[in-house]
């Protein structure tokens, strides 16, 4: 069997910590805003349950939303920013305008002054 290439670890699409610690963190915030919310006033007593259901909850889906995010992060292939068309790398176009510019004698004007 062939070995399979080695990942670089701790980067961002091998960390764990971040989308972790990002889940827990949202879900306190939501388990204690749902403990708050659902009392209804001073009389009653705190409500664990919502707050726990709350809590799993919201970590639960934030988990799944930054594991999707996570794996749909594609880098763009090197050839997409070449070509003189719509694939022309915003730098490469500053630079032509730049240089019709100079050419035209107006080496202080931008895109915005052009109209």
Known sequence: MANPAPQQSGG???SVKAPLMFSAALAAVAGIVTLVVSTGGTRHEL???????AFGVAFIVTLV???MLSM???ENAPHLGQGSGINLTSAERLAQQQERDRKAGNDDAGP???A
């Open 12 to 14: 961002p699409k091998t």
């Open 47 to 53: 409500r664990w349950d919502l707050a726990a259901i």
């Open 65 to 67: 939303v930054a594991a």
């Open 72 to 74: 749909s992060h594609k």
């Open 112 to 114: 915005a002054s052009s």
